[in-house]
Each structure stands twice: as structure tokens, then as C-alpha cells.
């Protein structure tokens, strides 16, 4: 198949979808496909030949790539583009996905996860993988998320959505619970998150997502084993412990850094067989409410009691070999390659059914 692997863009996770994108590209290339990878805000500028050809390219575009330990800067990677447009779509990005099988989205965060490319290749006609536009707009969407949750009696901590300025934030000093967690609707990798204990790291949490957007989630903090539930195709793979490094969060760094700054995942998690039946079937259950495809992880935190508190799902979690949802899958002995090979099968006929 002719596949175009989508990755980059400007979205504050841009360097986690790099590494995603390039991995599975060079996966689907090990099995014999024409797999391309093309970042969505460069485009195909620093491409020369016929774009017809640029399937046959001996690396597919790709590079060795790795996630650092901040986020990138944003505003440089705008600057560096030759191509000067106000488009959020590089040079012949939409060309080029025409011309493909179908289009692996290796996206996160802004304008991947939240429907708008997913709209824009429905409307050529472009088969892609995961979920559709309206699916993916809910589930980026912290606070619809939320919604959809209780609506469909999935357990998620007590919570609120704000909008606020600084000039809000010595009022909602007096009024928001703690602990908590405060997070930008539309963020993700951990970016624009904060979990304060005190008033003082309250106030400095607010101010700091500010920085990433005005309107919030604020959630009760739930004390417990954090778990991840990836879901492919119609079922559960195997739930996974998240246990960050001692007196830390799971953050940008505890996420993509190795050894002793790095979250330790344990697959399967340690949990009981009955702990593992009800976070597998709150996952599955938050997976067809929200109308999603093909793939997604729920996140949870398994408390005291065995009850599983749902904080978010997401749509196209990371892919990199090392990534959860391939730790899981290799459990059931299927490998990178297969699976990323199987997520492109599982799409396109989801596609196919739908048209």
C-alpha cells in the first residue's frame, strides 16, 4: 500500500509526534509498503522530485528522532518554514495524501486529535486511521469528555470547567478544591497540567496553564494506582501501571525519559483479575460512548476500594516501538510492525463501511 505517515505539526506535543510518525513509518516500510513520512506544517518543501515519485524514495523522509526533555519552542519551528502561508498544512500536504492508500495519522494534540485533519481527508476522500472528526473533537475536549462520562455513568473525580484571566485567580483561590488537578482542555503529553496540593501551588498552577489556554478542567485529586487501558479494534489489550519516579508526577519528562527520571510502565499491571475486568470494561464502554475507531487508551486511577476513576482517553495515543499500546499488543505476540500494520487494515475498512 502507498501510505502517508502524517506527523509533526505545531501543536505543543509536536517533537513526541515526530518520533511517533518516523517509528511507524519505518515499520510499515520493514513490511514491504511504499509508507512515506511527511511532516504536516512542513509539507514536502524540501522535496524537489514529481510528487508521484516521492513514494519510492529509498527512506520514506524518515530520520532518527528523539523526544527531549522540554517542549519544543513552538514559535522557532513557525520561523523556520520556508513556505510562508497562515495554513497550519505545509507545501502539498493535502496533495499527497490524495495520492496514498490511506493516511496514518502520527499526530497529537492540536489539529491531530481534535477532528480537523481527520475532516479535512474526509472531505477528499482519503482513508485514515482512527476515529472520525466528531469523535475525536469530544475526546480532545477535556470538559465534553467529561460530560459524555457522567452522561453514560462512567466514574470520573468531581470536577468543573473554568475560563479565567489572572485577574480571576485571587477569587478562585477561595473556591477551587484541593488537592486537585487543573488542565487545559485541549492539551496533552502531560503539557498544561498541574496538580497542586497547597494554595500557593494553586495559584501558581493557574497561572501557569494560562500559558496554554484560558479555559480548564479543575478535577478532585484521586489517590490510587494509576492504569491505562488501550483498546484496539473491539477489545481490551492488557491494562498498564504507570508508577512515576518517587515524589514525582507523570509528566513530560517522566513520560519520554529513560531510567531514573523516567515513569517505570508495568505490562501487565499488578492489579487483581477482577480490577482488571472493571477498568477493561470502563475503557471499552468510554470507547463506543465517545464513538471512537480502531484504537484508543484510556486512563484511570484504581483506588483503595477497586473503583476505577476515569480521567481522559486518548485518540491516537503515542506509537513509538517502545510506546504502551505496543507493549500491550506484544503481549498477545503481536509485533510493532503488525500492528501498525493492523491499525491501517482495522481503518480502512472502518472508512470503507462508513462510506
Not at 509508507?35 to 513514494?55: C, H, Q, R, T
Not at 489539529?111 to 476522500?125: F, H, P, S, V
Not at 473554568?162 to 477569587?171: G, Q
Request: glycine residues 8%; proline residues 5%; negative net charge.
Amino acid at each position: 500500500m502507498k501510505i502517508v505517515v502524517l506527523g509533526g505539526g505545531i501543536s505543543t506535543e509536536r517533537q513526541v509526534s515526530l518520533v511517533t510518525a518516523t517509528s511507524v513509518c519505518k515499520a510499515l516500510r520493514s513490511l514491504g509498503h511504499k509508507a512515506i513520512f511527511v511532516d504536516m506544517f512542513m509539507g514536502m518543501e524540501n522535496y524537489d522530485g514529481a510528487l508521484e515519485a516521492a513514494f519510492d524514495v529509498p527512506d520514506g523522509f524518515c530520520s532518527e528522532l528523539s523526544v527531549g526533555r522540554q517542549a519544543p519552542d513552538i514559535e522557532a519551528v513557525k520561523a523556520s518554514r520556508k513556505f510562508h502561508s497562515p495554513s497550519r498544512l505545509g507545501k502539498n500536504v493535502l496533495e499527497i495524501c490524495t495520492m496514498a492508500d490511506c493516511v496514518f495519522l502520527g499526530l497529537h494534540g492540536a489539529d491531530g486529535e481534535d477532528g480537523k485533519i481527520q475532516a479535512a481527508l474526509d472531505l477528499l476522500g482519503v482513508p485514515y486511521t482512527g476515529s472520525d472528526p466528531l469523535s475525536s473533537a469530544m475526546a480532545m475536549d477535556k470538559a465534553v469528555a467529561k460530560r459524555v462520562m457522567d452522561s453514560f455513568g462512567i466514574r470520573t473525580a468531581p470536577w468543573q470547567e473554568i475560563s479565567y484571566t489572572a485577574a480571576d485567580i485571587p477569587r478562585l483561590l477561595d473556591t477551587l478544591p484541593l488537592p486537585c488537578a487543573v488542565k487545559v482542555v485541549n492539551g496533552g503529553s502531560s503539557i498544561g497540567v498541574e496538580l497542586p496540593n497547597t494554595r500557593a501551588e494553586l495559584e501558581a498552577a493557574l497561572r501557569s496553564v494560562l500559558k496554554y489556554g484560558n479555559r480548564v478542567v479543575v478535577e478532585e485529586k484521586i489517590s490510587g494506582i494509576e492504569v491505562t487501558v488501550p483498546v484496539l479494534g473491539d477489545r481490551c489489550l492488557s491494562p498498564i501501571e504507570i508508577v512515576p519516579p518517587e515524589g514525582t508526577s507523570f509528566d513530560y519528562v517522566a513520560k519520554y525519559q529513560s531510567g531514573s527520571e523516567g515513569a517505570s510502565e508495568i505490562c501487565p499491571a499488578r492489579i487483581s483479575e477482577k480490577d482488571r475486568q472493571t477498568v477493561s470494561e470502563a475503557a471499552l464502554k468510554f470507547h463506543r460512548a465517545l464513538g471512537l475507531s480502531v484504537y484508543s487508551r484510556s486512563d484511570f486511577i484504581l483506588d483503595r476500594e477497586g473503583r476505577a476513576w476515569c480521567l481522559e482517553v486518548n485518540t491516537l495515543p503515542g506509537m513509538t516501538p517502545n510506546s504502551l499500546i505496543p507493549k500491550a499488543a506484544r503481549l498477545e505476540g503481536l509485533d510493532y510492525a503488525h500492528l501498525c500494520e493492523k491499525i491501517v487494515e482495522l481503518s480502512v475498512a472502518a472508512r470503507s463501511a462508513r462510506q
